[in-house]
T-cell receptor
Framework: SQKIEQNSEALNIQEGKTATLTCNYTNYSPAYLQWYRQDPGRGPVFLLLIRENEKEKRKERLKVTFDTTLKQSLFHITASQPADSATYLCALAEGGYQKVTFGTGTKLQVIP | GAVVSQHPSWVICKSGTSVKIECRSLDFQATTMFWYRQFPKQSLMLMATSNEGSKATYEQGVEKDKFLINHASLTLSTLTVTSAHPEDSSFYIC????????????????FGPGTRLTVL
C-alpha cells in the first residue's frame, strides 16, 4: 500500500541549530514533493516544492533535498528560531493535476 | 502570493442543522479546489475535489449527500454539511490550486485558514 511517513515524534532542538525533518514514501512515483508549515488551528502554508529531477532546492534558511532512489526527502531549517516552531507536512503528487497526498507531519519545537 | 479565504472561521451548531462553509480564492482563479478534514494531531484527509462547473469528486468513504460541494465560480467553492451530528465536529480546510507558481507549471495548492465546526 502507499504510505508517506514523517517522524512521528516531536523534534526538539536548540535555537541556532539546524533542524532536519524526514519524509519517506513507499509505492509512489512522485513527480514532485512539497513542504508545508502548519500552525495550531490554521491551514497549511506552502513553503517549497521540489521536482523529481531536482536534487536540492533552497529558500532563505530552508533547504529541501529529494532522493528518488532512497524515496526520501529531507527538509532543513538552518539557524533555527523559536518562531520556526510548528508542524511541518510533506506532500507529494504523482503528476500534474493528480491528487496531492499529505504525510502525518512532524512537530518541531525550537527551544530558546 | 496566492490568498485563499474561508468563512466562517468557526461555527457551533445544534445536531440536525446544516452548515455552509465558503472558500474563496482572492487573487487568482481556481478551476480546482479541494476540501480536507483534519482531526486533532492527525494529518489532512482529502474529502473531495471540486472543479468549477462540474460535480465534485468524492474520496472513498465520504458521503456525497452529507457533504454537499458546489463550485459555482472560478473563485468560490462551498461545502455544506447537512444534518450535522457531533461526529462531524472537526477542522475543515479548503485549498485552491494555482497551476502557475513562479512562472512554472507546478500545481501548488494554497490553503485557507480553516473552519472549526462544533456540533452540539
Amino acid at each position: 500500500s502507499q504510505k508517506i511517513e514523517q517522524n512521528s515524534e516531536a523534534l526538539n532542538i536548540q535555537e541556532g541549530k539546524t533542524a532536519t525533518l524526514t519524509c519517506n514514501y513507499t509505492n509512489y512515483s512522485p513527480a514532485y514533493l512539497q513542504w508545508y508549515r502548519q500552525d495550531p488551528g490554521r491551514g497549511p502554508v506552502f513553503l517549497l516544492l521540489i521536482r523529481e529531477n531536482e536534487k536540492e532546492k533552497r529558500k532563505e534558511r530552508l533547504k529541501v533535498t529529494f532522493d528518488t532512489t532512497l524515496k526520501q526527502s529531507l527538509f532543513h531549517i538552518t539557524a533555527s528560531q523559536p518562531a520556526d516552531s510548528a508542524t511541518y507536512l510533506c506532500a507529494l503528487a504523482e503528476g500534474g493535476y493528480q491528487k496531492v497526498t499529505f504525510g502525518t507531519g512532524t512537530k518541531l519545537q525550537v527551544i530558546p | 502570493g496566492a490568498v485563499v479565504s474561508q468563512h466562517p472561521s468557526w461555527v457551533i451548531c445544534k445536531s440536525g442543522t446544516s452548515v455552509k462553509i465558503e472558500c474563496r480564492s482572492l487573487d487568482f482563479q481556481a478551476t480546482t479546489m479541494f476540501w480536507y478534514r483534519q482531526f486533532p494531531k492527525q494529518s489532512l484527509m482529502l474529502m473531495a475535489t471540486s472543479n468549477e462547473g462540474s460535480k465534485a469528486t468524492y474520496e472513498q468513504g465520504v458521503e456525497k449527500d452529507k457533504f454537499l460541494i458546489n463550485h459555482a465560480s472560478l473563485t468560490l467553492s462551498t461545502l455544506t454539511v447537512t444534518s450535522a451530528h457531533p461526529e462531524d465536529s472537526s477542522f475543515y480546510i479548503c485549498s485552491a490550486r494555482d497551476p502557475w507558481t513562479s512562472g512554472d507549471y507546478t500545481d501548488t495548492q494554497y490553503f485557507g485558514p480553516g473552519t472549526r465546526l462544533t456540533v452540539l
